[in-house]
């Protein structure tokens, strides 16, 4: 079994994230870049799958700027056997289409039995991507598990809906993506740190995958037209109690329609 999971890098969640006033594109100096938690739990879920199954391979796939290499390193650092990094300055700025497109020819490239994905990324959190990608390979895509089940030619799971859950299975090849209720990912080990230096990482740009950015935006694609900062807090309204605080809470609220 070949299962890629999908590891995508965005800025520290704690840290200051900025998008590029003039070019609207992420500010990637503002914040440091780590792997997104969710792609981390991805990459758990297929590492204990390989732990009780051998002969499996975890591959990872990550596209992005040259710090993606250091974040596929410390994943490596993790179990995954081996990566590729899809790297080329033609896509700054790609949005989901592009990023689709080009996830889906470097899984075809790298080769595939199932490929894992976090149902959501923490700065784009378009959760869309695995689906994307389900229909450019043309394989079946179970998105949004909250448990998944590897078995040798299916896969299925659990995804919560509004009025309760529901059981899904679809055959192999298939696209998964995975909630924050698979489980946190583990510590990397001494040996684990030390092989990560050693394992493969191929570096792929769009030519290696038989693509250009003339037949990426022939679809066309979306443009930041604007980006506005956020205005800054202003401070609250303090209500002092003199005997009146109920009725001064009550107009307050009442003044923003919110009750
Ligand atoms: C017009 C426009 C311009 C943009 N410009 C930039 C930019 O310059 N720099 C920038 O960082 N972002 C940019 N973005 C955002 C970026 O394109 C999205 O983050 C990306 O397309 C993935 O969308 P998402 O994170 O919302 O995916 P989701 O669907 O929320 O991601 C779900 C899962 O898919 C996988 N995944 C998603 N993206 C990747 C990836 N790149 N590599 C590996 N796995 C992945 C992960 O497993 C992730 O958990 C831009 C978006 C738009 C619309």
């Given at each position: 079994?070949?299962?890629?999971?999908?590891?995508?890098?965005?800025?520290?969640?704690?840290?200051?994230?900025?998008?590029?006033?003039?070019?609207?594109?992420?500010?990637?100096?503002?914040?440091?870049?780590?792997?997104?938690?969710?792609?981390?739990?991805?990459?758990?879920?297929?590492?204990?799958?390989?732990?009780?199954?051998?002969?499996?391979?975890?591959v990872?796939?990550?596209?992005?700027?040259?710090?993606?290499?250091?974040?596929?390193?410390?994943?490596?650092?993790?179990?995954?056997?081996?990566?590729?990094?899809?790297?080329?300055?033609?896509?700054?700025?790609?949005?989901?289409g592009?990023?689709?497109a080009?996830?889906?020819?470097?899984?075809?490239?790298?080769?595939?039995?199932?490929?894992?994905?976090?149902?959501?990324?923490?700065?784009?959190?378009?959760?869309?991507?695995?689906?994307m990608?389900?229909?450019?390979?043309?394989?079946?895509?179970?998105?949004?598990l909250?448990?998944?089940?590897?078995?040798?030619?299916?896969?299925?799971?659990v995804?919560?809906?509004?009025?309760?859950?529901?059981?899904?299975h679809?055959?192999?090849?298939?696209?998964?993506?995975?909630?924050?209720?698979?489980?946190?990912?583990?510590?990397?080990?001494?040996?684990?740190?030390?092989s990560?230096?050693k394992?493969?990482?191929?570096?792929?740009?769009?030519?290696?995958?038989?693509l250009?950015?003339?037949?990426?935006?022939?679809?066309?694609?979306?443009?930041?037209?604007?980006?506005?900062?956020?205005?800054?807090?202003?401070?609250?309204?303090?209500?002092?109690?003199?005997?009146?605080?109920?009725?001064?809470?009550?107009?307050?609220?009442?003044?923003?329609?919110?009750i």
């Amino acid at each position: 079994m070949k299962i890629i999971v999908l590891v995508k890098q965005v800025p520290d969640t704690y840290g200051e994230r900025k998008l590029n006033a003039t070019t609207g594109i992420l500010d990637r100096a503002a914040s440091e870049p780590i792997i997104d938690e969710i792609s981390e739990r991805a990459l758990e879920v297929a590492l204990r799958y390989r732990d009780s199954h051998k002969g499996t391979e975890v591959v990872l796939l990550g596209m992005g700027p040259a710090s993606v290499t250091a974040a596929l390193r410390k994943a490596l650092a993790l179990g995954a056997d081996s990566a590729v990094h899809v790297l080329d300055d033609a896509l700054a700025g790609a949005d989901m289409g592009y990023t689709a497109a080009v996830l889906a020819a470097a899984t075809i490239h790298t080769g595939y039995d199932l490929v894992i994905a976090g149902n959501e990324s923490t700065d784009g959190r378009g959760g869309v991507i695995p689906s994307m990608i389900a229909e450019h390979l043309q394989r079946p895509s179970l998105t949004f598990l909250d448990s998944l089940d590897i078995l040798d030619e299916r896969v299925s799971g659990v995804r919560r809906t509004e009025t309760g859950t529901v059981d899904a299975h679809a055959a192999l090849p298939a696209i998964v993506s995975i909630t924050e209720l698979a489980p946190d990912v583990r510590f990397p080990n001494f040996k684990g740190i030390l092989s990560a230096k050693k394992k493969p990482l191929t570096v792929l740009a769009l030519a290696d995958l038989g693509l250009d950015t003339a037949a990426l935006s022939s679809r066309g694609h979306s443009v930041i037209a604007k980006t506005e900062q956020r205005p800054s807090r202003t401070a609250g309204t303090k209500v002092a109690d003199d005997g009146n605080a109920g009725v001064d809470l009550a107009d307050f609220l009442a003044a923003r329609h919110l009750i």
